[in-house]
């Protein structure tokens, strides 16, 4: 489900970098909490085994996130 108050776009390409990198971790042997912490979403109440909340977590991290402004 995409949030109303985010680009499409943007949500999309978040939403496949994080189930990239969750993707990732769990062939590592991390778990979903792991991951929540390295994107730097709240993990506080995180199920560590809950990996589709893992996944939207991170995308909201990721579109959270607004690239610097730089000169021309």
Not at 12 to 36: E, I
Request: with cysteine.
């Amino acid at each position: 489900m995409i949030p109303e108050h985010l680009n499409p776009i943007e949500w999309h390409q978040a939403v496949g970098v994080a189930r990239q990198s969750c993707a990732r971790f769990f062939r590592d042997g991390g778990t979903a909490r792991d991951a929540m912490r390295a994107f730097g979403a709240d993990a506080a109440g995180a199920d560590p085994s809950d990996w589709g909340k893992a996944v939207e977590a991170i995308a909201y991290a990721l579109c959270a996130r607004r690239p610097e402004k730089r000169a021309a």
